[in-house]
Structures are given as C-alpha cells and as structure tokens.
C-alpha cells in the first residue's frame, strides 16, 4: 500500500498567501488538484500542515483526507518527519499540472527517488522506505510549481487536466430534481462545491452512483469563483432542505463556459467497483 502525503504548510511569501494551496486554477483549488492526481496511484491520502494553516487543514478533513500536524520548521525537518509513513509519495501542494504518469515515474524506483522537470526540483518525491541515506534523481517531465501569482495566471491560462477524488455519493448536496434514470460506462467527474458538498453539476450521474453504489468521481470546485444563472445562496439553500429546483433549471459556469467543460480525467465503471472511497466528515455548513 502506498500512502500519498500533500505538503501544505509552507509560508507562501513569494505567492503572497500563506495558504496558497487553496487558489484556484480553473475553478479548482490547487490543493484538490494534487489530491487527485495522487488518489489515481496511491491508496491513502494525507495533508501535511502546520496548526496555522486552519484553512487548509479544514478543507482537507472535511472531505476525508487525514491530516499530519507539522513543526512548520522547513522543508528538510518536515520531510524528515514524513519518512516514518514510508512507501509514500511526497508533493507539494502547488503542481497544478502533476499528473498520474509523473508519480508512476518514481514509484517504479528502489531507493528514495526525487522529481525534476528540466534539471530542476520540483517538490516530487517517492520513499520506497524510510531510509533517506540513498537517493536519485528522476527526470519526470514538464511541471510547474505555483510560486507567485504569475504562476497561477499561467497555470489557468493552460488549465491542466484535473483528476477526480472518490467519495461517499451519500455525502453530497443535490439541488435538482432528477426525472429520468440513466446509465453510464464512463462517467464524468460530478462538479462540486468544496465548501459544502453541493453538486453544482451531474445529477444524473450521482442519481446513477447511487443506485449501483460506487463511490462518486468529484471535481472539487471553489463555488467562490464559479458563476451562475440564479441566486447562489438559493442553490445551497435548497439543497440543505431538499427543497429541489425542477431538473435544468441551474447553469454553472466557470469563465464563461460550462463547468463541465472544465479538463478533467473520466472515471470508467469497472475501474469505480475496485476504487476505496473517502468518507466525508461533514464538516460543512449551509
């Protein structure tokens, strides 16, 4: 089993935001970008912070993501301490672009195996064991790190393919009815609102997940930055009180285009029937 560890507890001064790992690039927040990227290699996910990053500590517990207290001492002390969670995949929070195949590049390494992109480190690791004395360097590929909002202009201006996290279906807030039943062999990640498990799209696709009882492929959107044709407190009103809008009557856009057209990985049927799900701990209010 591997364990899959997200840094999140550095200072963000060049970035300006001291919990950067939150800023969005093409709705969804770097923090979730990562997470899903790791969910398709590794079998267990956890946060690692410092007690001053509420914010992001919060967002990771609420959707079921454990979360690792760290001195906040610097990078090398930190790490140091993540060896003990050993085989694990250690990242930054801030690769907008990480992808599976980046991660796969490492875990095929015997020995403490760190990234670079271009002959630079890019805050990719994998430690097969928790011995650190032995190591190598592994070319990955094309990464960019969000250092500083012109980072993150050029991250959303390429918005990067997003992968999905598996949750409990039971754990998120519709707020449209659904008429119809449909069936899928692929299904396109639900979009999400972080902050309060609202489906923002894919009713019919949860209605599905529901009935055959597979975990739910989520987008994680930051509903903040996300546009709509109705009053957004309406949405999450409704869907608190199960007071359902008729089907179609919302239109979420990111942008200017259709949540759904956000880049993001499907999820196939059969790959959903062997995928463990995270448990939501409803941490979330209306």
């Known amino acids: 089993m591997i364990t899959g560890i997200i840094l999140a507890g550095g200072r963000g001064e060049r970035f300006g935001d001291p919990e950067k790992c939150l800023a969005p690039v093409c709705g969804v927040p770097l923090l979730f970008r990562v997470a899903g990227a790791l969910a398709q290699v590794v079998d267990k996910l956890y946060v690692a ?23 906040g001492l610097g990078y090398e002390q930190d790490f140091a301490r993540l060896a003990a969670y050993a085989p694990a995949v250690v990242t930054a929070c801030d690769i907008a672009d990480l992808t599976p195949s980046h991660v796969l590049k490492l875990t095929a390494e015997e020995v403490f195996a760190t990234a670079t992109s271009g002959g630079e480190y890019v805050g990719l690791s994998y430690l097969p064991t928790p011995d650190l004395s032995r190591w190598v360097d592994v070319e990955v590929g094309l990464l960019r790190d969000v250092d500083t909002r012109g980072d993150l202009e050029e991250a959303e201006r390429l918005c990067p393919v997003a992968y999905p996290l598996y949750v409990d279906p039971a754990a998120l807030k519709p707020h449209e009815e659904v008429l119809e039943e449909r069936s899928y062999a692929v299904v396109h990640p639900i979009a999400v609102d972080y902050k309060t498990a609202v489906v923002l799209d894919g009713h019919h696709r949860l209605r599905f997940l529901l009935r055959v009882g597979l975990p739910a492929p989520v ?26 809008f008729p089907p179609k009557t919302t239109w979420h856009t990111y942008r200017g285009r259709h949540v759904s057209e956000i880049p993001a990985a499907p999820a196939e049927v059969e790959e959903l029937r062997r995928r463990p799900r995270l448990k939501p701990r409803r941490l979330w209010s209306p």
């Open 49 to 71: 912070t410092t007690t001053r990053h509420k914010r992001v500590a919060e967002a990771a517990a609420r959707w079921g993501i454990d979360v690792i207290h760290t001195p």
């Open 219 to 244: 987008l994680l959107l930051d509903y903040d930055v996300v546009d709509v044709n109705v009053d957004k407190g309406e949405v999450v009103r409704r869907a608190y009180a199960g007071d359902l």
